[in-house]
């Protein structure tokens, strides 16, 4: 039982899974559904302190590199190109209902690199993806209550 907590706080902390993945991971493996939250949601909101510091630390080092200034330049100016004139007109709430969406590309760590690419105020984008996870551990949790109770009433009847 303990391997299941390990991977629900793993797979809340990485990307792509978040929380979306944490959450049914670890309540169909037996932890309890208060604790899936807590845990996914906790190990998820610590996804924008990572990742802020990571990028500026990392960046640092590599930008003296021709071939990453290269692709970093390009992916830059693509970057403000289709997200550039969204972030201006609705701002630190366009940033928390992109990561408050659980689809695939979206979440903490696509918001902290959208963040810090477009230069946003890292102590106000932090609040603003934490909330967007917030509200993606609400949004996931509902489904996978939802989806179980009506699995639970189908097969009861039949």
Do not use: C
């Not at 797979?11 to 604790?35: C, D, H, K, T, W």
């Not at 500026?56 to 990453?68: A, G, N, V």
């Not at 639970?152 to 009847?157: E, H, L, V, Y």
Request: hydrophobic residues 55%; glycine residues 8%; without cysteine.
């Amino acid at each position: 039982m303990t391997k299941h907590y390990l991977i629900t706080a793993l797979l809340a902390l990485i990307p792509i899974s978040e929380v979306r993945g944490a959450i049914p991971y670890g309540y169909f493996n037996g932890i309890p559904m208060v604790q899936v939250v807590i845990i996914s949601m906790l190990m998820n909101m610590m996804v924008p302190l990572i990742g802020f510091a990571f990028l500026s630390t990392l960046h640092k080092i590599l930008i003296k590199w021709p071939f990453y200034e290269r692709i970093f330049n390009r992916f830059d100016q693509k970057a403000r190109n289709k997200v550039g004139d969204k972030v201006r007109k609705y701002g630190l709430l366009g940033l928390t209902v992109f990561v408050a969406i659980p689809l695939p590309i979206t979440g903490a760590w696509t918001g902290v690199l959208g963040a810090w690419v477009l230069k946003l105020d890292i102590k106000k984008s932090i609040p603003a993806i934490m909330l967007g996870v917030l509200i993606a551990t609400a949004i996931v949790t509902t489904v996978i209550l939802t989806g179980s109770g009506l699995v639970n009433i189908f097969t009861k009847q039949f």
